[in-house]
């Protein structure tokens, strides 16, 4: 069962910038948190959730598996890209933290530049396997053997809108004879010769629905600050075995979640030309700033994780089947919801137009299209999937510039909170060649009632809508203030300069119905409007 979370309807402003009183704001319905810091769970006195880790570890010794110590690493993918360290940021999230899996090498795998070689472990055997390719930092882009299993042991985040866990296929190997100068690759000789695929392998383990201490078996109740396990593996025996590893260890299987890679949609192994996988953590909208951030940027004190490996290889396999996703579609869309919609948002836009426009600025409606493709999908059909998640739906305008600082674009469109399409909206500002997500804003939470001044007063649907702006510079609109690459402080990834060419990105996330992303037709798509000075004639 899912808790209906809601955010304190007078505290919309969660960040501190915006809001400095609320650093104590209590988000979700019947959870409270006295604590102004958040504490690693195996550092607080009389936690449960490692006591029996080595019991576990020992137990798996004893049956003939191999157990390596990995981690779950908070990754700032615009720090690494404005260091020359990966050529993508893959349509990161703006504002949106991200943490990857790192894991050891196999036993008699080579390590990769970087890492320690793995337990077992000789550099003079010529039958090494060879070393993984380093996409992003080292150990997060990993081969797996179908026999091997990953554990994650720990805690789960504070409150937040939305936390999930997802394994990926990351680099395939490039088919013979195919262009692929538009796509991320990597690779030797001695590797092999990749590309990024990035393709979710099923339905995230989220919030909602979560098995933790908190919430057994996926029941309600708070999911966050929770113990949890979760295990990922190719292989329904190996996956038993580790549940029954951890149950003589003491853990409840009512806190275990499984995270499956179907067999038959990857090509599993070590050899060279295998895939390669990725395993991503993902947080949206943190409910105590400083708390949140505090446990991404710490996470791999949160989270114990280990690689499993059989001393002998399994003879026989189990694979997981491929699973049937959770359905987008349900029998409601916003045409139905906003029957009148279509003379709603015309009357928005000329409002915006009216008041943006006039003889100093020209305008132009941006296309708004599908982005980024589901991941069985995007297996299929060899392109790139950037993270994807099932728990999401992805849109992007066309590509477009900043030709001066006075030009600016206007966001607009349904609010698919309200519509009940989702429970978290957001909208990014991206560079169009590292497609790094600079800023973004959650669309009605952090602008409530913001299409209120473009309808008549008192218009019953005015709720139903959002406006924002994103600019250089603030005024006395509700604006996103989009930053500068060149001579950013941060890195020259942070921003994008004028001139450059930039798009928006929507993700709409967790219909209410279905706690999955929305059907791309059960909603109506997100609108931009780009402003641009025009020049004075001489």
Same mark, same amino acid.
């Given at each position: ?11 919309? *402003? ?50 003939? *598996?191999?157990?390596? &110590? ?29 943490? @990857? ?46 026999? &091997? ?30 262009? *692929? ?89 070590? &050899? ?26 710490? @996470? ?50 000329? &409002? ?11 305008? @132009? ?174």
């Amino acid at each position: 069962m899912y808790n209906d979370y809601r955010f304190d309807s007078n505290s919309y *402003y969660l960040y501190p910038s915006l809001a400095n009183s609320h650093h104590t704001y209590n988000a979700l319905n019947g959870y409270l948190n006295p604590y102004r810091h958040y504490r690693p769970v195996y550092n607080q006195e009389g936690s449960t959730i490692y006591g029996g880790l080595n019991t576990f570890i020992s137990t798996l010794n004893k049956r003939g *598996y191999i157990v390596q &110590e990995g981690k779950l690493k908070y990754v700032d993918i615009l720090q690494l890209a404005s260091e020359g360290k990966v050529p993508s940021c893959f349509g990161n999230n703006a504002n949106a933290p991200y943490a @990857v899996l790192t894991l050891p090498p196999a036993p008699n795998q080579d390590p990769s530049q970087g890492q320690d070689p793995p337990i077992v472990y000789n550099p003079n055997n010529p039958n090494n396997y060879p070393e993984n390719i380093n996409a992003i930092i080292p150990g997060a882009t990993f081969k797996l053997r179908p026999d &091997e299993a990953i554990v994650l042991i720990g805690q789960t985040p504070p409150p937040a809108y939305y936390f999930s866990f997802r394994s990926y296929l990351g680099l395939a190997e490039n088919k013979p004879l195919k262009d *692929y100068s538009d796509a991320v690759t990597a690779g030797n000789d001695q590797t092999g010769f990749y590309h990024m695929l990035f393709a979710s392998l099923g339905d995230s383990v989220s919030n909602r629905g979560i098995w933790t201490e908190q919430t057994p078996q996926g029941s309600s109740g708070s999911p966050f600050n929770s113990s949890t396990i979760i295990i990922s593996t190719a292989d329904r025996s190996v996956n038993q075995q580790v549940r029954d590893a951890l149950g003589v260890a003491g853990y409840s299987s009512n806190i275990m979640n499984n995270d499956n890679i179907p067999l038959d949609m990857v090509d599993m192994g070590l &050899e060279k030309g295998k895939d390669t996988f990725l395993f991503v953590m993902r947080a949206q909208l943190w409910a105590q700033e400083e708390i949140g951030d505090a446990y991404i940027q710490n @996470v791999d004190k949160f989270f114990k994780v280990l690689r499993i490996t059989p001393n002998i290889p399994f003879a026989n396999r189990t694979p997981w089947p491929i699973p049937i996703l959770k359905m987008r579609e349900t029998n409601t869309t916003e045409y139905q919801v906003l029957p009148h919609a279509r003379k709603e948002l015309d009357h928005l836009r000329n &409002e915006i137009i009216q008041r943006y426009g006039g003889s100093e600025y020209d305008h @132009v409606d941006l296309n708004t299209d599908k982005w980024v493709m589901e991941g069985f999908q995007g297996i299929m059909q060899d392109v790139t999937c950037l993270g994807d998640n099932n728990d999401a739906l992805y849109l992007r305008t066309g590509n477009f510039q900043f030709k001066s600082d006075d030009d600016f674009i206007i966001i607009y469109g349904v609010n698919h909170e309200k519509t009940g399409k989702a429970t978290l909206c957001q909208a990014s500002f991206y560079g169009a060649e590292l497609l790094n997500g600079v800023v973004g804003a959650f669309n009605s939470v952090e602008f409530p009632h913001s299409a209120s001044d473009f309808f008549p007063e008192k218009y019953e649907n005015t709720n139903y809508y959002y406006v924002f702006k994103m600019a250089r510079e603030m005024d006395n609109d509700r604006v996103v203030v989009v930053p500068y690459s060149e001579g950013n402080p941060l890195g020259s990834a942070y921003g994008v300069d004028n001139d450059q060419d930039a798009f928006i990105g929507f993700r709409i996330y967790q219909d209410k119905e279905t706690g999955v992303g929305p059907d791309l037709y059960d909603i109506i798509w997100d609108h931009a409007i780009l402003f641009t000075k025009k020049e004075k004639n001489l």
